[in-house]
Nanobody, 121 residues
Framework: QVQLVESGGGLVQPGGSLRLSCAASGSIFSIVAMRWYRQAPGKERELVSTITSGGNTNYADSVKGRFTISRDNAKNTVYLQMGSLKPEDTAVYYC???????????????WGQGTQVTVSS
């Protein structure tokens, strides 16, 4: 069974940085794309950033120039480097893998459990 495990969340002051990691485990051949979403209290979940297996990336306008997504295909791990953090970045951040091909089946959509990021002084 394929699972995603996020790490790296925490409390940081405005202007600070954090790096989130998301590791996919299981007998995985390939993953089409990996994404980071976030959900703030009382708000809908929003797509923050996407990276494809070929390395193509895109970002929400609210994080462009501040966040960088990267991926280690050999480790089936995706990272989100977050800089110049603002209080409005406070949310639970979720990792999502799309098009996961494992030894037993194809998973259209796999989600991690989420990691809390709090930006506050």
């Amino acid at each position: 069974q394929v699972q995603l495990v996020e790490s790296g969340g925490g409390l940081v002051q405005p202007g600070g940085s954090l790096r989130l990691s998301c590791a996919a485990s299981g007998s995985i051949f390939s993953i089409v794309a990996m994404r980071w979403y976030r959900q703030a209290p009382g708000k809908e979940r929003e797509l923050v950033s996407t990276i494809t297996s070929g390395g193509n990336t895109n970002y929400a306008d609210s994080v462009k120039g501040r966040f960088t997504i990267s991926r280690d295909n050999a480790k089936n791990t995706v990272y989100l480097q977050m800089g110049s953090l603002k209080p409005e970045d406070t949310a639970v951040y979720y990792c999502n893998a799309v098009g996961v091909v494992s030894t037993t089946r194809v998973y259209n959509d796999v989600w991690g459990q989420g990691t809390q990021v709090t930006v506050s002084s």
